[in-house]
């Protein structure tokens, strides 16, 4: 699944919640640096959808248990 885009934000989900900021010094190839990290019980799926200024992902938050985190 694809990162969701929005705010000057890259949002990818995995291991954690990860918010990038594509290319700080304004030179893309210097490469992302992270605006912010989200862990969670477990992954985080890999495709955040960002709607309206809301950020959804689907994360599991316990054991056999998945939910879908609504994020401002």
């Known amino acids: ?4 885009v929005g705010r000057e934000t890259v949002f990818v989900g995995g291991d954690r919640l990860w918010a990038l900021d594509p290319a700080p010094t ?11 990290e989200r862990e969670f019980e477990g992954s985080v799926g890999r495709g ?8 959804y992902v689907v994360a599991d938050v316990g054991d056999n248990e998945v939910a879908l985190m609504a994020l401002e």
């Open 48 to 55: 955040p959808v960002l709607d309206d200024g809301v950020l």
């Open 26 to 36: 304004g030179d893309p190839s210097d490469g992302p640096a992270v605006r912010f």
């Open 1 to 4: 699944m694809a990162p969701a």
